[in-house]
């Protein structure tokens, strides 16, 4: 299985209903959860622009999309991004293949972050 990060943001009805009925996140989730396979590792509600994250395991990338489009698509979020998640050897080992491409890659142009020192006129 594979860690993605979910943020939501729901809509003003969404938050509406949910003062009015006070029910459990977790619990409204966990059904289409169980649908795709997936187990929620945790999951909070945050104020900004997000409302609700959570880390949660999918079994494949299909099953993740499966629960986005089917959650996205209830008309009760304003905001659905789903993050595929590298623990930290997966990403070290993501930057040890990257060593070896950039060897072979060509880049269409090369940008130097390095101030050129202006030319005198």
């Known amino acids: 299985m594979a860690h993605y990060l979910i943020e939501v943001g729901y809509t003003p009805q969404s938050w509406n209903n949910q003062i ?3 029910a459990n996140v977790v619990e409204r989730i966990t059904p289409a959860l169980d649908a795709c396979g997936a187990k929620m590792q945790c999951l909070y ?20 999309a499966a629960f986005a489009l089917a959650v996205g698509s209830s008309g009760a979020l304003r905001l659905y991004r789903t993050t595929p998640l590298l623990s930290i050897d997966q990403g070290i080992d993501s930057l040890r293949r990257a060593d070896e491409i950039r060897k072979v890659y060509s880049p269409p142009l090369t940008v130097s972050l390095v101030d050129e020192p202006a030319r005198a006129r």
């Open 45 to 64: 509600y945050a104020f900004g622009d997000v409302d609700l994250l959570g880390v949660i395991d999918f079994p494949t990338p299909e099953d993740a």
């Open 20 to 22: 009015d009925k006070q």
